[in-house]
């Protein structure tokens, strides 16, 4: 699979779930956004949370140089919004890629676009799964970065050491 027709299909899902909730509107972001450098505040903090092996292997990838992040209270309040856990599941038409690309998908097309969210495909179970990844402040006071998985059919965080030591196949944030 090409670099170009991921776009494509992230495209068409973005497409498909915004002519889906056309009619609703995002919560407001109640919070300052702070922008982060991708060299300097990411990548450091996926290879401390989620070791180097990542890296070594080349499967991160960041199509932007920087982002805005917000608190995760105010990311899982769009989560909730966007209601892309409340899908039906339905194997192989509509799996956890799908629903990894929904979510990721909602956030450029509401004015949360340049939130650093992306996805991440983790071997769990002897199968690859793909959820978004998230990097958020704990809350207004507390300015430090911090690496959240969301599992985007729950809609809930899932613990980092779930995934920590897992192979990872990639990382990718739009």
């Known amino acids: 699979m090409t670099w170009f027709s991921v776009s494509r299909y992230y ?17 407001r972001r109640l919070f300052e956004l702070v922008t982060v450098d991708v060299a300097t505040e990411i990548y450091p903090l996926i290879q401390y949370t989620l070791g ?3 890296f070594d292997q080349g499967n991160v990838k960041c199509l932007s140089g920087q982002y805005k992040a917000t608190t995760i209270d105010e990311l ?3 989560v909730q919004w966007a209601r892309v856990h409340k899908l039906r599941y339905t194997p192989i038409f509509r799996d956890c890629p799908d629903f990894a690309l929904a979510l990721a998908g909602k956030f450029p097309q509401t004015d949360w676009y340049g939130s650093p969210v992306g996805m991440i495909n983790v071997m769990q179970g002897g199968q690859w799964h793909v959820m978004d990844i998230a990097f958020a402040y704990p809350n207004a006071e507390n300015q430090t970065l911090a690496l959240h998985i969301i599992e985007p059919q729950d809609g809930v965080i899932v613990p980092t050491a779930r995934v920590a030591g897992q192979p990872i196949d990639l990382i990718l944030m739009p």
């Open 11 to 27: 495209q068409q899902m973005s497409d498909y779930w915004y002519k889906l909730y056309a009619g609703t509107r995002p919560p």
């Open 76 to 78: 899982m309040r769009f």
């Open 52 to 54: 180097q092996t990542v």
